[in-house]
């Protein structure tokens, strides 16, 4: 069990607790605990096992958590979170994963209008009962119909980081279960789009029957959905799907090309394979006057045959990635060897965990020349935002930091917040002595497109700002990104030798592709970067870099692909591209 599926039981204990109007003490302490185990650097299933005094130790972690704790490594479940199941209709859970719509207000409408489901919420909506409610109105009523369609878009759908996981557990699975020949993940998982919808499995093996048994068998499988001869679909923790195919080894590569998509980009490459006088299907490449099979065992072989050279997965989407790789003239795509730095992250200071040097030390071990620490500034007061003060007292430590740290370059950075009209959080004065500025939306997102991109370009014209963080907002699967125009917010970028972030944290990775080849189109240069909150999260990186791929990045469209002297140079706008 993970650290974020103990922290979800006790997160939704805490909810449940709510939603009864139970303790507000026990009620904090679950929520502190849930939040205390997402952030740890460690496993707590490996401390539980290995050293429970690890966990003890730490202050939110009292006696009755831990013991919970142990429970659920243990046995997979809690009882008393399995009592409150009961208590609670089944169906009033999923109204917490509605943005904006706590437990507290769910009660309300439980107990005043016997509201026990979307459904039932969404009719009440619909019928302009819930505004007869105390602390409701016309306003936040629309909100809650708005929030209900936004989960139904995103309903069923799964962070990439975990998308990647997952899959990698089960081909390791597999492997230890039966004697593989050959395996891969398809599919979105393959193509490292931002979030996936199911695992696709591929595989070839002595024994089918085995390998579709063993499968079934998966320990954390829910639900069996389907297990026939060559083919089996199951149901993971957290409701992901996944189906595993059985091929023959001379057809693997059809199979791979087929299955990794997306369909748009197999449909594009079906009609140049019939114009060339081919049939391709999942189990080759077919000649069409004869039937001949010219190819199926490797898919670098389709794509020969094709005359093309091969297509990453990642740009397999069918956005005139053929047209160009006939020309030859696809890009060169970043590569996470590239990175040299990064260039937003949190330090104890503010939100994050781990000290400056700590960060620093991360850093370098990662390979890294240098980093930027960019604490919050004042106004995300739940943060514990810096002000001025605290900010030349964060400088004075980072330069302190440098000084004993000579394998790496810390740079000094801030994260500060674009204000209501797009002022900054923070005097230029102070923003002058840094080498970075991070400039972020953190509040009202619900401005009009209109007032929201004339805020972001503003901030933007400050000579200070170097980036713009996770510029639409966007949270996956869970929050749509705020209203804003993007292409005058790059043409504004690029005006004032701004970089636009590609935020690497799975649950942002924003930019999105498609506005990262918008802005590399546009002339405008980005930056990678993990906005780390402990040690641990540096390697998110990983996850921009798949993004910057499919948006078609090359590592000069990247400024932390730069060597140091060149990075200072973007930053103090004297050179951009
Ligand atoms: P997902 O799972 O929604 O994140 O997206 P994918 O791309 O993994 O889609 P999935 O799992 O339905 O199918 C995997 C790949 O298999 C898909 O990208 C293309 C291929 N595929 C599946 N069904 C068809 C089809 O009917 N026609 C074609 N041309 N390709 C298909
Ligand atoms: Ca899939
Ligand atoms: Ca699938
Ligand atoms: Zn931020």
């Excluded at 003490?25 to 650097?41: D, T, V």
């Excluded at 039966?178 to 199911?198: E, N, Q």
């Excluded at 004075?396 to 740290?405: L, T, V």
């Amino acid at each position: 069990m993970e650290n974020k599926d103990v922290a979800a039981i006790f997160a939704e204990i805490a909810d449940i607790l709510e939603i009864q109007e139970g303790n507000p003490f026990r009620i904090r302490s679950f929520r502190r605990a849930a939040q205390i185990i997402e952030n740890l650097s460690f496993s707590v299933s490996g401390a539980i096992q290995e050293d429970p005094e690890k966990l003890r130790s730490i202050s939110g972690i009292g006696k009755g958590t831990l013991q919970k704790i142990k429970e659920l490594v243990e046995t997979g479940r809690c009882q008393e979170h399995e009592k409150l199941k009961q208590q609670v209709p089944p169906s009033l859970l999923p109204m917490l994963e509605l943005q904006n719509l706590g437990p507290k207000k769910i009660s309300l409408f439980w107990r005043e209008l016997n509201v026990s489901s979307l459904e039932e919420l969404e009719e009440a909506a619909g019928q302009q009962k819930l505004r007869t409610l105390p602390g409701m109105g016309e306003k936040s009523e629309a909100k809650i119909l708005k929030a209900i369609e936004d989960y139904r878009r995103m309903q069923g759908r799964f962070q990439l980081d975990d998308g990647i996981e997952i899959s990698e557990s089960l081909i390791a699975y597999l492997e230890s279960k039966i004697s593989v020949h050959r395996i891969a993940a398809a599919g979105s998982v393959r193509r490292r789009r931002d979030t996936v919808g199911d695992i696709d499995i591929l595989v070839t093996c002595e024994d089918p029957q085995k390998a579709i048994s063993a499968f079934v068998q998966h320990p954390d499988a829910s639900q069996v959905l389907a297990s026939g001869d060559t083919k089996a679909s199951i149901v993971l923790r957290r409701g992901l799907q996944a189906d595993l195919r059985v091929l023959e080894d001379e057809s693997f590569g059809a199979a791979l090309q087929y299955f990794t998509g997306s369909k748009a980009h197999n449909v594009a490459l079906r009609e140049r394979a019939k114009r060339m006088g081919y049939k391709i299907n999942e189990y080759g490449l077919f000649q069409t006057r004869d039937g001949e099979k010219v190819a199926g065992e490797e898919e670098e072989d389709i794509y020969r045959l094709l005359e093309l050279p091969f297509i990453p997965p990642e740009i397999r989407e069918g956005r005139g990635e053929i047209e160009q790789a006939e020309k030859r003239e696809l890009p060169l795509l970043i590569e996470g060897k590239d990175i040299r730095g990064d260039l937003h992250m949190h330090t104890e200071a503010t939100d994050g965990k781990d000290s400056i040097e700590e960060m620093a030390t991360a850093g370098a071990k990662a390979g890294y020349d240098y980093i930027a620490i960019t604490d919050h500034s004042k106004a995300l007061a739940m943060a514990g935002g810096l002000d001025e003060e605290g900010l030349l007292r964060q400088i004075a430590k980072i330069d302190q930091a440098s000084a004993e740290n000579p394998k790496i370059e810390i740079l000094k950075g801030i994260e500060v917040d674009i204000l209501a009209e797009g002022e900054l959080d923070l005097s230029d004065e102070v923003l002058s002595k840094l080498d970075v500025v991070v400039a972020s939306v953190h509040s009202r997102f619900n401005l009009s497109a209109k007032e929201m991109t004339s805020r972001i370009c503003h901030a933007l014209e400050n000579r200070y700002v170097n980036i713009l963080g996770h510029p639409t907002g966007r949270l996956l699967t869970r929050r749509e990104p705020y209203s804003v125009e993007m292409e005058e917010v790059i043409e504004k970028a690029r005006e004032n030798r701004v970089c636009l972030e590609i935020n690497a944290h799975p649950s942002r990775l924003d930019l999105s592709d498609v506005h990262c080849r918008m802005a590399s189109e546009m002339g405008v240069l980005l930056s990678i970067n993990s906005d780390s909150h402990n040690t641990q999260m540096l390697r998110y990186m990983q996850y921009g870099i798949f993004t910057a791929r499919r948006g078609w990045l090359s590592s000069n469209d990247v400024i932390n692909t730069y060597p140091l002297e060149r990075l200072r140079k973007v930053l103090k706008k004297e050179e951009y591209g």
